[in-house]
């Protein structure tokens, strides 16, 4: 990677910190400012910035111009002034320290821990030398907690995009919605005319009249949710393409990694889950065809229930449509609805789960397990809720040290109609260091492997522990579950408007507003052609 101006440097930087304004720390900025100089020598680290007894941001210079360590360029103030330093390494390796000296004195200095690895702080002092009182700059902890390993960075994309998914599904239900009650409405204009004919007489189930309004019944039907299963065939087909891709394009963009891409999957093999793969152990024509039964079953019941009862037509219209009152949500035709729409929310999480199977089982040379994730599913199912943070090795790969076995062993997502819970892949670090350099750590593969062989002759430790501490540091352990109230107010202030809507997003971030599950807002859905703009 070819990183030119201050400005360049500190953009990339602030996709890692968790304050991504310019409220940084001296330490962070410190940090960016000795990795301006490592990855483009033409940054040169030009001195300290001291003022009013203040001990403030390494600077460095660039054609010409001072910049601190956010990019930004400088001008010295009044009762400001520019210490020359030298950058001096300690013994332990990765402990630096910016020494200013004048006429042979050290007047002050500046230490900073680093590793070749973005944000691995360990600590940031910095004094004056000559008595005045000083403010010292925020003491970072350990950057290995407070930022983001790849795990973590992986397991957030996939939280968002899951969230991006249920908007999705949101809005392929408001067209199943639509075109389900524009059906319904036809219905009822053609049976207030068909029962028209019988109304007054007694009811013969064997007569032809009754036959043939059974079997127009059916017809209508049947036409009405082969619209509904054209449409989601079409939506699930779209879907499950982009559902590879986008998994692919959150691997590699989570680990942050050049030379190599992920490998991607085939566009018939991802098309092929929605006809090919059972879930809730049937195949999704087989829960069109139950859905289509059971719905005709409970029509023409309904209608021969009143008819038997000397009701009026209203009265049977009331039965199979509902009242207003209550929303037609009262009416033999809206359990078809209510059914018809789980199908789709259990079908896309279904087929978002194997695209992302089939990316991670392409790759299982680095992401070797599968971890269960409910985070989304406020209100979880004692399944989800026992299965959450628990896993299943991909290939011949183990576990994760730590991480339990799925109970039953090879249940996913979905586990229950309605499930929303999903899976997010375990990207190994020892596996990872074999194959890519990571894009802060500038060395090449070879010579990465070069200095380990160094330290391991130098400390005599062996070198499986060497790649496994870098492995530990860069990419992390599984991360640990959370609920979606917390896991939100992680996220950026725009991304929780988007789901909450501007003025709910606001209390959320006021404290005004508690979740305890993701939250379907009217307005919010998302069109396939949306879903693949946000990646």
């Keep these: 990677m070819k990183v030119r101006s201050p400005q360049a440097i500190f953009k990339f930087f602030q996709q890692h910190f968790k304050n991504t304004g310019d409220d940084l720390s001296g330490g962070q900025c410190g940090q960016i400012a000795y990795l301006m100089n490592k990855w483009n020598p033409e940054l040169k680290i030009k001195g300290v ?3 009013k007894g203040e001990i403030g941001h390494i600077v460095v210079e660039y054609e010409g111009k001072l910049y601190d360590g956010m990019g930004v360029p400088l001008t010295l103030r009044p009762g400001e002034k520019l210490l020359d330093v030298e950058l001096v390494p300690s013994d332990s390796g990765n402990r630096y320290t910016f020494v200013s000296k004048q006429k042979g004195r ?24 000559e008595g005045a009182e000083i403010k010292l700059p925020a003491l970072i902890q350990t950057a290995a907690k407070e930022q983001p390993t790849i795990n973590q960075i992986y397991r957030d994309a996939v939280l968002r995009h899951q969230v991006d998914v249920r908007r999705y599904t949101a809005g392929v239900n408001k067209q199943v919605a639509t075109l389900l009650e524009k059906a319904d409405a036809e219905l009822v204009e053609k049976l207030r005319a068909r029962l028209a004919k019988f109304e007054g007489k007694p009811l013969d189930v064997t007569s032809e009249r009754w036959k043939a309004l059974l079997a127009d019944i059916r017809d209508w039907r049947h036409s009405a949710l082969q619209d509904y299963k054209d449409l989601t065939r079409k939506e699930l087909g779209e879907f499950s393409v982009h559902e590879g891709q986008a998994n692919t394009t959150m691997l590699n963009n989570s680990v942050g990694l050049v030379d190599v891409e992920f490998a ?20 999704l024509n087989d829960w069109f065809n139950t859905l289509e ?4 079953v409970r029509l023409v019941q309904a209608i021969q229930l009143g008819m038997t009862q000397g009701e009026t037509i209203d009265d049977i219209v009331r039965r199979v449509v509902g ?28 087929v978002s789960n194997e695209a992302r199977d089939s990316v991670l089982e392409e790759n299982d040379d680095i992401v070797t397990a599968k971890i269960w994730v409910s985070t989304l599913d406020g209100r979880t199912t004692p399944i989800c809720q026992a299965n959450d943070g628990k896993g299943t090795p991909i290939g011949n790969n183990e576990l994760p040290k730590g991480v339990q076995p799925l109970q039953p062993p090879g249940i996913t997502p979905p586990a229950h109609f309605n499930c ?25 593969r070879k010579s990465r492997e070069a200095d380990f062989e160094a330290e391991a002759a130098t400390t005599g430790r062996p070198i ?4 496994q501490d870098w492995a530990d540091a860069n990419v992390g352990d599984v991360p640990s579950a959370t609920n979606y109230n917390d896991w939100l107010k992680g996220q950026s202030a725009q991304f929780q408007d988007e789901v909450l809507g501007p003025t709910r997003g606001k209390l959320f971030r006021e404290g005004g507003v508690t979740l305890d599950q993701f939250v379907d807002r009217s307005g919010n859905e998302l069109t396939i052609e949306q879903l693949k703009a946000r990646l």
């Design 264 to 283: 991607s999957v085939a566009g018939a093999q991802l098309r092929a889950i929605i006809t090919s793969q059972p879930f809730q152990g049937r195949l």
């Design 420 to 444: 929303r819970s999903t899976m997010v892949g375990y990207i190994d670090g020892v596996g990872l260091v074999g194959k890519r350099p990571y894009v802060s750590d500038t060395r090449t």
């Design 323 to 350: 009242t207003r009152e209550a929303g037609y949500a009262d009416g033999i035709l809206s359990i078809t609805r209510r059914d018809a729409q789980g199908i789709v929310r259990t079908a896309v999480n279904f």
């Design 293 to 296: 039964a059971a719905d005709q």
């Design 106 to 129: 050290l007047v002050a200095e500046a230490m900073v821990e680093v590793d070749t690895r973005p944000l691995a702080i360990e600590s940031w002092e910095a004094r004056l030398i």
């Design 464 to 467: 499986q522990d060497i790649r």
């Design 49 to 51: 910035l001291v003022g």
